[in-house]
């Protein structure tokens, strides 16, 4: 008798081990939704973190080459004005541009006419 009653108890402690088990991952199936929900959101913003630092990295670079083909373009041009100048001699006028200075306010004056 006491075979029976012990193996009445293993099987009564191996349902309710069971049921307790799936209850616990009854419980718990939301938050593990939740969880893979997180894991890729996570994983899409890495994506799109990566694609920015991407975009970044081939804007600078085409800022960097435009910047240079300003360089360039400027030094061509001052060496261009320098050969102009050399094949010129030092006859040819000499042209300076400067910013002009402010001038006191002019009064305004009474028309007059005059003969020549």
Same mark, same amino acid.
């Given at each position: 008798?006491?075979?029976? $009653? !012990?193996?009445?108890?293993?099987?009564?402690?191996?349902?309710?081990? @069971?049921?307790?088990?799936d *209850? =616990?991952? %009854?419980? +718990?199936?939301?938050?593990?939704?939740?969880?893979?929900?997180?894991?890729?959101?996570?994983?899409?913003?890495? $994506? !799109?973190?990566d694609?920015?630092?991407?975009?970044?990295?081939?804007? @600078?670079?085409?800022?960097? *080459? =435009?910047? %240079?083909? +300003?360089?360039?373009?400027?030094?061509?041009?001052?060496?261009?004005?320098a050969?102009?100048?050399?094949?010129?001699?030092?006859?040819?006028?000499?042209?300076?541009?400067?910013?002009?200075?402010?001038?006191?306010?002019?009064?305004?004056?009474?028309?007059?006419?005059?003969?020549?």
């Open positions: 008798m006491a075979k029976k $009653s !012990t193996a009445r108890s293993s099987k009564s402690a191996a349902v309710t081990s @069971q049921t307790v088990s *209850a =616990i991952q %009854q419980a +718990l199936a939301p938050f593990f939704l939740l969880l893979e929900q997180q894991q890729a959101a996570i994983a899409a913003l890495q $994506s !799109t973190t694609a920015i630092r991407q975009t970044s990295d081939d804007n @600078q670079h085409h800022l960097r *080459a =435009i910047h %240079q083909g +300003l360089v360039d373009g400027g030094l061509a041009s001052q060496r261009g004005f050969d102009t100048a050399a094949a010129a001699g030092s006859s040819a006028p000499s042209v300076t541009v400067s910013s002009p200075s402010p001038s006191p306010p002019r009064q305004q004056a009474s028309p007059t006419l005059s003969a020549p």
